[in-house]
């Protein structure tokens, strides 16, 4: 409440005097910087800047005002800049959305779990699913719904058919969804503009708002050309060329406002900034506000801070540079899982196959191209760090005696498989991490006598990915072939 | 999982080399700073130092760790110095206690709350409670369970009798207490060791769990002595002897680990942080990580390496030395409401008077102690940021007029009141925005015939003090005495 010449008593702020920080001096890395992940080095360059105790002309943010106690939507600075690349990269459908930050998309999620569902409630989710985005909603008695998914993720038809479809007396229809529409965790899929006009619109049929997890968003490669030889981050990717081609986002299609947007800035800048921001209309912003007041208070102030003033610093220009060159980066580290998988198998479009249900390609022991047992498929990822495989169980010698009389042999081969890859020093993320849960009594199998496993190609170097499918390829041909 | 030679793809961590900071420097206070509140500047001198990607051999924090994914518990090396001071602080009362990071007492709680309560929950409160701590299990279908407090906080013999009488038709008989035992929001008071003993007592004697919410722990000041020459912050205080006089934690008395203690570094270092930390035991410590996983990920890498290299560069006693040196800052701003309210009234302690239920000290308009109207009473606080007046609507010339025929005339009152203040320059809390949810249809009344507002000292100058309480004063004199 204020009014001039008012004194207040009512508020119980800590005297911004005593915070004990004369100057925080930030050595950043120039926008344009690319870095060789081949033999990854800061670069000699920096950008320069320090936040101090008051505003000075050179900066947005001070300490006073970022270590205070603030408003849970985030600093204005921050938002505004958020806003401008808002408008920049999607031009949402409808005038008055509304950007809110937020202390990274777990919390965000978590968040809008509490606010959207309740017990006993279903969400729609795609195929598969991140672990981490339903521990949250597990315990909260919410069941997942999941919809077939293929190449670019959650099919609508499939959407359609479960909405109409839907049985009543099993609870309520689900009225959220929950999508990671570019390189989508764990499947890999991404998601085109006319595949979430489609999904878009049995949304506006059945009143169901979209919960849109973009953490990949700008890590939108091209696709992979087998065969051709590995290039190095490419310094020249235009901006405005990327945005034209990358898919957009659901808000560009919202003309009702019923999509709730996460966006974070862990994948480009860093995870530990825990700050992410969402995008959404006035009457869930008002809601996501009153939540964040009691069960947060807002982000990070150094975060803030820090990461805002960089953004400044960077520029917007500058900072979309510095997101595409990401996209460079977990492109060639992309290609080089790919390039190790096409060196120890023999790859082959499933649609040169007979493989039932295969989509992307088919994987054969070296030299057994259509010959040997198809081992696997995969989808060669356009997005995000993740390769999500299709193991064939049922090409495996062994595989139909052992699933005589078993109730789940898929999950149960699953897990023996995944252990005799530990066993041979490589680890993968088995399938059932991600299944969709449906209940203590569902066991879910999404294929007959296949299942999966995701391989992250974020992380690790050239040489150790080659090792590690070297591996993988030596204990899939070895149980497959009985060499 | 971790095996030796083990490749793994199933991390998924972003590439730390990617994260765009060459090196963070931060010029903080010495630990032994004294700010003057009535002049404050920030000290001269400074402590100077930077986190590079790599730790350096004076660092325990790099941004190549502090910018990852982590641990949701927050890092090691910040565990440890908590551990620490936990140690030198609180020596609690069993063994195997665990120190867990949080993002601020805030997001401690709300978490807290989704694990303990359900729906239908009643929980164990003091007579009044901070709005934000009840507004985050208010839409959860929980109710408190308001116990009456004196001048230290919750009665022990009526929380026995709240627990022994308790009605089962209700609901559950509650199992978790919230309490901020150090100048308690908004009653000001704060709690001496027999207290805790005895509430303690009741607590194993129910199987009552205690949530020790106490952020302004370490601003426990000396008792104010009326007349005596205001003082500015005293260098000197001894931190041994500071500790030795002030009130314990439940921990150094929680023999049976039932207590789940929250502290944060908002009110000592700066809100902005949004840092904190859990003690409790390892089967809470537990829950509450598998929580934080789902729900947050841990508090921000850039708060924790800045806030944690700080403390290394301070060092236990320095940290220890600064906080002392904050209780001092606080101290002196609470002389200075206190010394104001002296001044524009005259004031008597309670037991000299007549007033009934009055603890602490009784206000009359100057010059008329005992012969005039009791305008309000109040307990000086010996803790936090706050004074807490009941103002007693009964000697009100009015107030029986007004009362007739109303079904909550003292709520009513109290935000007359309030507006009347309001149309002269000074805004308080009004009482009833902390007053604990019973329920739609429960509205609390303390006292017959009084009301309460809260007043803050932690924020206005000496001389916006001393205006703001005249404009009371003026304001409580003309409506009681008819001037």
Known sequence: MYQKGMISFAGGLPHPSVFPF?????????ANTVIDPAAPQPPAESVEYAIQRELTPSTSYSI???????????????????????????KPAYADWEVMANSGSTAAWSLITQLLLERGDYILTESMIFSTSQAVFIPMGIKAVPIASDGEGMRADALEEALANWDESKGRRPRVMYLVPVGQNPLGTTM?????????????????????????????????????????????????AFLARKSPSFLTIDYQGRVIRMDTFSKVLAPGSRLGWFTMNKMFSERVLRATEVQANGPSGFSQIIVGQLLEQWGLDGFLKWQVNMCEQ??????????????????????????????????YPKGQAHTGPALM??????????????????THPKYAAFAAGRETPENDFEEIFWKT?????????????????QGDDVHAVEEAGAGHYRLAYSFEPKEVMDEGVRR????????????
Do not use: C
């Open 192 to 240: 085109q503009l006319e595949r979430r006009k489609d999904i878009y619109e049995v949304a506006v049929k059945y009143d169901v708002i979209i919960v849109e997890d973009d953490p990949y968003t700008m890590l939108e490669f091209p696709e992979y050309k087998a065969g051709q030889p590995s290039t190095g981050p490419d310094p020249d990717v235009d901006v405005d």
């Open 22 to 30: 004369h100057n925080i001096a930030v050595s950043a890395f120039p």
């Open 330 to 363: 977990y492109r060639v580290r992309r290609d080089w899982m790919l390039d190790a998988i096409y060196n120890e198998f023999d790859v082959v479009p499933a649609e040169e196959t007979d493989v039932e249900g295969a989509i992307g390609q088919v994987v």
């Open 472 to 483: 993988m390829a030596k204990v899939f041909v070895d149980e497959w072939t009985g060499n």
């Open 421 to 437: 890859l530990i066993a041979n020093d490589v680890l993968l993320t088995p399938g059932w991490y991600h299944d969709p849960y």
């Open 64 to 90: 006073q005002q970022g270590l205070q106690y603030m408003p849970s939507t985030g600093m204005q600075q921050l938002l505004g800049f958020l806003r401008a690349m808002t408008e920049r990269m999607w």
């Open 377 to 394: 498929s995969f989808l060669p990822p356009v997005g995000g760090m993740f390769i999500w495989i299709k193991a064939y169980w049922r």
